[in-house]
């Protein structure tokens, strides 16, 4: 198994889990990880863009790709955002299993 | 660590910053490392200290009772018993998982209620978790696939030490397969959506026994998927940082990738595939996956023999056939482009439909660029330094033409195709900060453009005297490829990022700032008259070689004529010869001796003019013509200086025996064979590896492989440079130049070792010509007559070889085997095709290899 996989796979453990338990934990990690991207992202957001999250936010007509498009243009550095939390949240949890 | 909407991003301390992220993660996971190995048997503190963001609670450590779960970090070298993947996790060790997942989200609510923003937070979140959940049907079932990938990638970015160590076991080009993965595919499609595929399988009462066994398998693939799509799926174009050090790392590489062949093939396979599926009206099934994994494992073994490939291939390999599967999955659901259309009519919108809608192609090529594959031009990719180097850097033309070699967009888009040049251009906008809108999705994330610049990396000098080849062309072209403003690419004004230019190269045009020289690599300078027509390529002798060298030489060549065949004659017949066999006809490497290599110091150049060949030594300051072309005629003059055993072996390098001659010849121009490969020249051993096993199977070991040029790579300035140094490219040999030395054998090397090379004479060819029709006759008794043959003798020589004799029609496995053997006499085995040549036909293969075989004495050998 290659390094990366094995990792991904070590980290959470996910591919030791029943696929529907992993897929559950998924869900959640990437909630987490989502939930401190927009806590940072909408402070960022021009008044414009902040209105427009709204609108997609509340529109039954919009779905989470489009959110998530929207922010990943709009955000700057939003990459950078993502991997500061998700690494943030990784290391929390390290820290908790030391 | 907070981020300004104005304020630019500083190249140097996002490198320090990434650096240092990436020190501490290593420390980090060492550490946890270490305590897990001491503490294995220790229960885990459940009420732990720490929130997510590495805030202090006031709390003690290791008080609870807690079972530890198995936390492995991926650090090879410190875990030399690193405990097996596979196997269920207890239920304790899910429960503490989950627990560690509740304190987080307990941490993050807390945090939320405290702030201004906590309800649009909510929102947004809310919206997320809705996402594709409780939509029945194919959009549904696409929108969870597309989450999916996302909340991989979400995941993926967790995993940085995966991420370094990957950059550590050289797979260093993955920023580039991220650098545009998940722009095309990755919102498109949802990467790692093997997963998703699996979830929603498993998710139905139906899935069988059968099913599920192969569902592990494409849970992997989609966890692959998501680490190479990390750093880049959600990076909206800049870097995540592990990914930029990946860029970091990836720069000691420049071999050329060929990803022509592999977007072809994938193309042709994913299109075979999908039309099977649809005519079948089926799902995706166990067999449809290994199917196309069979392709794709077809596709990716090709590359296995080269060392860096062989480590790339087991993620890229396997995000391909994830990336493709879940394509195909939507495609086959008809949802693909209703489900990632945004319903904004915004140009961006209509753009990003325009292209899924156009153009799939562009997504397979997008992947395959950003698997690592570099252009046919033989540069680099790195993503992410260009990006994020990016932060608002633009490209002007005339910078993108010096990045390039001299390309304008125009002659990338010649080279690289019409699609390839819409997300070069589109790049290029994208580093405009204030262009974020139209540059859209699309361009954001993909690497091609990062891949033109590490040309600069390389270290690429061009001194530009004629001014019109700094200006923009052809921009309505580059326009009409999607590129809303080429007026942002002339825009453009500065490379902020230097360190992209490495070598001691010198940035001579005023675009191009505070260059730094980082590390040895081939410095190539380009200069023209005030016509600018007659061009002189100089190149650094490389610390790889005179072979590599020689393709440095070619590369640049190449540039200036991304259409070869414009290129003035003798500059034609020069691309066409291999390189190898160039290095042997100049003296510069005589693999028969164990001194194989010529002495050149460091420092001094190999300079190429129309057809002439010279060696610029710098100790002694004298120039040595090795090859002077007047019309048709060439005076090849071998490098009679000192020569050396560069890779200490004392013994010559097996399977080519010719004796360098330091006497001066004059020939005709070579007449070149179908690859390119002089038919009657001297020292015309072709060597390659033939990776044929004495059973004759074919040797996939990407370990065993060992390019001609391997060896270390000397890094002193007064130290020789050696003639066959180590390929740490990874890079495929491109056609002609595709020509390893060392059979994979000690078989093979013995049959070779000891024979004697020679010109083959007239007589020699008559024999050839013989045996040649000999075998033919075996194989096809009625030979010419035999229809069977004249259809073969066209068929893909390359192709019929790398097929297992299983694969193989009762009517070809003797030609199958006479290809096999062929090779395993001859070290060569067939070329497959590029860019720039067809694949070698099974009667071109089998003329060269006779040639070969009478080369070195070995034609009885060849006879069936």
């Given at each position: 198994m290659n390094s990366i996989k094995k990792d991904l796979f070590d980290l959470f453990q996910l591919d030791k889990m029943p696929p529907e338990k992993a897929n559950e934990m998924l869900e959640r990690l990437a909630s987490l990880v989502f939930q401190a991207v927009l806590v940072r992202s909408l402070p960022l957001l021009s008044e414009e863009d902040l209105t427009e999250y709204e609108r997609i936010t509340t529109s039954e007509d919009e779905d989470g790709a489009t959110l998530f498009l929207f922010l990943s243009q709009k955000v700057p550095e939003f990459n950078k955002i993502v991997t500061e939390e998700a690494w943030l949240l990784r290391k929390g949890m390290e820290e908790k299993l030391g | 660590m907070e981020t300004g909407q104005t304020q630019k991003p500083n190249i140097d301390d996002e490198i320090s910053a990434t650096r240092k992220e990436l020190e501490e993660a290593r420390a980090m996971a060492q550490a946890l490392l270490d305590k897990k190995k001491k503490k294995s048997s220790e229960p885990i503190n459940k009420d732990t200290d720490k929130d997510p963001t590495g805030e202090e609670k006031d709390k003690g450590k290791g008080g609870d009772t807690d079972k530890e779960p198995p936390i492995d970090t991926e650090n090879k070298g410190a875990n030399?018993?690193?405990?097996?993947?596979?196997g269920q996790i207890s239920p304790e060790e899910i429960k503490t998982l989950e627990q560690l997942i509740a304190d987080a989200e307990a941490v993050n609510k807390a945090k939320l209620e405290a702030n201004k923003f906590g309800g649009s937070v909510l929102r947004g979140l809310s919206k997320w978790e809705k996402f594709g959940q409780g939509e029945a049907g194919p959009k549904g079932f696409a929108k969870r696939m597309t989450k999916m990938g996302i909340n991989l990638a979400l995941i993926g970015l967790i995993s940085s030490v995966g991420v370094q160590e990957l950059a550590e076991n050289d797979i260093g080009t993955a920023t580039s397969l991220a650098g545009g993965i998940f722009s095309k595919i990755g919102m498109k499609l949802g990467i790692g959506l093997g997963m998703g595929v699996s979830m929603d399988i498993i998710g139905n009462s139906g899935a069988s026994d059968k099913v599920k066994k192969w569902l592990p398998k494409v849970i992997g693939i989609g966890f692959v998927g998501a680490a190479f799509l990390t750093p880049a799926g959600l990076a909206a174009g800049a870097t995540a940082g592990g990914a930029f050090a990946l860029g970091l790392l990836s720069q000691k590489f420049n071999g050329k990738f060929t990803d022509e062949k592999i977007l072809a093939r994938e193309q042709e396979a994913k299109n075979e595939f999908l039309k099977k599926i649809k005519a079948e009206n089926r799902e995706l099934n166990e067999d449809s996956i290994k199917q196309i994994e069979q392709e794709y494992t077809k596709i990716f073994n090709k590359y296995k023999r080269q060392r860096i490939w062989g480590k790339l291939l087991d993620g890229a390999s396997k995000l391909t056939v994830g990336s493709v599967i879940s394509g195909l999955a939507l495609e086959v659901s008809g949802e693909i482009h209703d489900h990632m259309k945004t319903d904004q009519p915004t140009e961006l919108g209509i753009k990003q439909e325009e292209a899924i809608v156009d153009d799939k192609e562009v997504e397979l090529k997008t992947m395959t660029h950003a698997m690592g594959s570099e252009t046919d031009s033989g540069e680099q990719q790195d993503a992410t330094h260009m990006r994020s180097g990016a932060g608002g850097k633009i490209l002007s033309e005339s910078e993108l033409k010096n990045h390039t070699g001299g390309m304008s967009n125009a002659d990338i888009k010649s080279a690289f195709g019409d699609n390839q040049v819409e997300t070069n251009a589109t790049e290029v906008k994208d580093t405009v900060e204030s262009k974020q809108t139209e540059a859209g999705i699309a361009g954001i994330k993909d690497s091609v453009e990062i891949k033109d610049t590490v040309e600069v990396k390389s270290g690429v000098e061009i001194k530009t005297e004629t001014k019109d080849s700094v200006e923009i062309k052809n921009t309505a072209e580059v326009k009409s490829e999607g590129v809303k403003d080429t007026a942002e690419v002339k825009q453009a004004t500065e490379i902020k990022d230097t360190e992209h230019v490495k070598s001691g190269a010198e940035a001579k045009t005023e675009e191009v700032k505070d260059t730094t020289s980082v590390k040895s690599e081939p410095a190539v300078k380009i200069e023209s008259d005030a016509s600018g027509t007659d061009k002189t390529v100089s190149v650094d002798f490389s610390s790889k070689g005179a072979i590599q060298t020689i393709l440095d030489i070619k590369e640049q060549i190449r540039h200036e004529y991304p259409d070869i065949s414009k290129a003035p004659q003798e500059d034609q017949e020069f691309m066409k010869t291999d390189a190898t066999h160039q290095a042997i006809r100049l003296g510069l490497y005589n693999p028969n001796d164990p001194e194989e290599s010529a002495f050149v110091l460091k420092g001094s150049t190999l300079n190429y003019s129309h057809g002439n060949l010279t060696l610029h030594e710098i100790k002694t300051g004298e120039d040595h013509v090795l090859i002077q072309t007047k019309g048709t005629e060439q005076t090849i003059e071998k490098y009679d200086g000192k020569m050396f055993d560069s890779d200490h072996s004392g013994t010559k390098i097996e399977g080519s025996t010719n004796t360098p001659s330091s006497n001066p010849e004059i020939t005709n121009t070579p007449h070149l064979g179908p690859n390119g490969l002089p038919e009657t020249v001297e020292g015309s051993t072709i060597i390659d590896t033939p990776h044929i096993t004495p059973g004759g199977e074919y040797n996939e070991d990407p370990t065993t492989y060992l390019h001609p040029e391997e060896e270390a790579v000397s890094k002193h300035a007064e130290t020789p440079v050696k003639n066959n140094s180590e390929d740490q490219t990874g890079a495929p040999h491109k056609n002609p130049d595709e020509h390893p030395v060392k059979p994979a054998t000690k078989e093979d090397a013995d049959s070779v070792k000891d024979s004697t090379h020679h010109e083959l004479t007239s007589k020699e060819m008559r024999q050839i010509e013989r045996v040649s029709n000999h075998n033919i006759h075996k194989i096809f008794p009625n030979n010419y007559e035999d229809q069977n043959w004249h259809e073969a003798k066209n068929m893909d020589a390359y192709k019929l070889y790398h097929l297992k004799v299983g694969e193989v029609s009762d009517e070809y496995k003797p030609l199958h085997h006479y290809l096999h053997k062929l090779s395993s006499v001859t070290g060569i085995k067939p070329l497959p095709g590029d860019n720039m040549y067809l694949p070698q036909t099974n009667d071109q293969f089998i003329n060269d290899a006779l040639k070969v075989a009478a080369e070195i004495g070995k034609l009885d050998k060849v006879k069936l």
């Open positions: - | 030399p018993n690193p405990e097996p993947t596979s």
